[in-house]
């Protein structure tokens, strides 16, 4: 099994930066995708962003390219999300997720990512 611990989310006005982070543990051999996934409420989860873990590539949904930011890194096993330029529509849920299989690009429906964080509430304020 593969745990994924979420911190970084907060409160923060419009035009400003937040940094998530999801650090992974247990059995991570296996794990080759790892993605970024919003919810807002009474919306469907939404992709975000994804890395490929080895070998990284990554991609972005339309709506936060040139905004955000995804990376890994390898010694602390963490996947970063560097957001900027946040939009009040950017509020949401933010969930890490990891995909087992090298799936690339990237899939972005939520049923096809294996194990989950607990989410991180991410607010811009207008």
């Known amino acids: 099994q593969v745990q994924l611990l979420e911190s970084g989310g907060g409160l923060v006005q419009a035009g400003g930066s937040l940094r998530l982070s999801c650090a992974a543990s247990g059995r991570t051999s296996s794990t080759y995708v790892m993605g970024w996934f919003r919810q807002a409420p009474g919306k469907e989860r939404e992709f975000v962003s994804a890395i490929r873990w080895m070998s990284p590539g990554t991609y972005y949904a339309d709506y936060v390219k040139g905004r955000f930011t995804i990376s890994r890194d390898s010694a602390k096993n963490t996947v970063y999300l560097q957001m900027g330029s946040l939009k009040p529509e950017d509020t949401a849920v933010y969930y890490c997720?990891?995909?087992?299989?090298?799936?690339?690009?990237?899939?972005?429906?939520?049923?096809?990512?294996?194990?989950w964080g607990q989410g991180t509430q991410v607010t811009v304020s207008s």
């Open positions: 997720a990891a995909d087992r299989r090298i799936s690339w690009p990237p899939a972005r429906w939520s049923s096809a990512y294996d194990y």
